[in-house]
């Protein structure tokens, strides 16, 4: 059995580039949906929110010359385009899905609610949520946060380039100590960069918990939902 019947899976938009160093690395996509198609057919309902780094980043652009509000808008879009191109890549490997986005822009996706997310969801079909929470100022771990609490998910499932949560960015310090279990009082009180502020208080709010691993390793998301453990747990 499944470890959990509902999750938000939020992925990097960086980790997308695969070795490219920019945009979408068809190799990687082809990765990430073939490990999605395997948690899925265990019944498994899935969200998903990606991120937009790999193409344009809001906050990045506002210290270059950009309005923050349209340097934000931008980097919605920027997360609408991964979500095309995860939809496309779930399509050709045979998992049904729909993007549903947080700004209106029919046909391109179906303007995002709660339970149109659900029922879709429940009928089988994977979710992609894009363009963020649909307001500037807010990150996508902000708009993962949000949708996971909305969508009654069991966890969130953080996909990122590492293989959890250290006491220091291990790709910049080699003696940082990787946290099998935080609470997220421990994560403020060490001001650990796991994710924003107010995603980490909308998920400790909420009793979300948050799975942190390495999606980037193929088989781990099967691993994570299977119960092995390897990443970094974090709960109330």
Same mark, same amino acid.
């Given at each position: 059995?499944?470890?959990?019947?509902?999750? %938000?899976?939020?992925?990097?938009?960086?980790?997308?580039?695969?070795?490219?160093?920019?945009?979408? +690395?068809? /190799?990687? %996509?082809? +990765?990430? $949906?073939?490990?999605?198609?395997?948690?899925?057919?265990?019944?498994? /309902?899935?969200?998903?929110?990606?991120?937009?780094?790999?193409? #344009?980043?809001? %906050?990045?652009?506002?210290?270059?010359?950009?309005?923050?509000?349209?340097?934000?808008?931008?980097?919605?879009? $920027?997360?609408?385009? =991964?979500?095309?191109?995860?939809?496309?890549?779930?399509?050709?490997?045979?998992? $049904?899905?729909?993007?549903?986005?947080?700004?209106?822009?029919?046909?391109?996706?179906? #303007?995002?609610?709660?339970?149109?997310?659900?029922?879709?969801?429940?009928?089988?079909?994977?979710?992609? #949520?894009?363009?963020?929470?649909? /307001?500037?100022?807010?990150?996508?771990?902000?708009?993962?946060?949000?949708?996971?609490?909305?969508?009654?998910? &069991?966890?969130?499932?953080?996909?990122?380039?590492? &293989?959890?949560?250290?006491?220091?960015?291990?790709?910049?310090?080699?003696?940082?100590?990787?946290?099998? +279990?935080?609470?997220?009082?421990?994560?403020?009180?060490? =001001? %650990?960069?796991?994710?924003?502020?107010?995603?980490?208080?909308?998920?400790? &709010? =909420?009793?979300?918990?948050?799975?942190?691993? =390495?999606?980037?390793?193929?088989?781990?998301?099967?691993?994570?939902? +299977?119960?092995?453990?390897?990443?970094?747990?974090?709960?109330?």
């Amino acid at each position: 059995m499944p470890r959990f019947k509902r999750i %938000l899976l939020k992925l990097s938009g960086e980790s997308l580039m695969g070795s490219q160093g920019y945009g979408i +690395d068809p /190799q990687r %996509l082809a +990765d990430y $949906a073939r490990q999605i198609k395997e948690v899925h057919e265990m019944g498994v /309902q899935i969200g998903i929110v990606i991120g937009g780094g790999n193409i #344009f980043r809001g %906050l990045s652009g506002a210290t270059k010359g950009f309005d923050r509000v349209k340097g934000d808008q931008m980097g919605m879009l $920027a997360t609408v385009i =991964n979500s095309l191109a995860l939809s496309s890549a779930l399509t050709s490997v045979g998992v $049904a899905n729909k993007v549903l986005t947080a700004i209106r822009m029919e046909p391109i996706g179906e #303007f995002y609610s709660k339970w149109k997310a659900i029922e879709e969801m429940e009928a089988g079909k994977v979710c992609i #949520f894009s363009a963020g929470t649909g /307001q500037p100022y807010f990150t996508t771990d902000t708009g993962s946060s949000l949708r996971g609490v909305e969508i009654e998910a &069991d966890v969130m499932l953080k996909g990122t380039r590492v &293989d959890g949560i250290y006491t220091a960015d291990p790709e910049k310090d080699p003696t940082a100590v990787k946290f099998d +279990d935080i609470t997220y009082e421990e994560i403020l009180e060490r =001001n %650990l960069k796991v994710m924003d502020l107010s995603a980490v208080v909308m998920c400790n &709010d =909420n009793h979300l918990p948050i799975y942190v691993f =390495n999606m980037d390793v193929i088989g781990n998301l099967k691993k994570v939902i +299977d119960g092995e453990p390897i990443g970094t747990y974090v709960h109330s």
